[in-house]
């Protein structure tokens, strides 16, 4: 399951081996100008839609990126039973390549909440 990590003025998540090779990448990070809302989701898997390249085992992961013909272009590392964070980005931020975040990650609640602090109420 990914790690993530705010520190200094952005977001990176790390992804684990599985995550690795269907995502081709070992990581992301996404500057804090870029994030518009954070949002704790108790299904994650439920926030992936539309048109896929990755891993989909139905019901139970969501591996790669979704969106991919119409958008939203999200990435996605999801699965059964594991809560997450569905983080909604801005494009037109430099170095921003998706619209959206779709997370499982452990203690998604509290980073839902630091990452809320650092980016201020007026989000």
């Known amino acids: 399951m990914a790690l993530m990590k705010v520190s200094g003025n952005g977001v990176t998540v790390e992804f684990n081996g599985r995550e690795r090779t269907w995502l081709r990448r070992g990581e992301v990070t996404v500057p804090l100008a870029a994030v518009r809302r954070v949002t704790p989701v108790e299904t994650p898997l439920r926030a992936a839609h539309g048109a896929r390249s990755g891993l989909q085992i139905s019901g139970f992961a ?3 990126v979704w969106g991919v ?6 990435l996605v590392a999801a699965y059964r039973g594991r809560p997450g964070l569905h983080i909604l980005l801005d494009r037109g931020v430099d170095g921003v390549e998706f619209d959206e975040l779709v997370l499982s990650l452990d203690g998604a609640e ?5 990452l809320g602090q650092r980016l201020g109420k007026g989000r």
Do not use: F, V, Y
């Open 69 to 74: 013909m119409t958008g939203p272009r999200q």
């Open 62 to 64: 969501k591996i790669g």
């Open 110 to 114: 509290q980073l839902a909440e630091a």
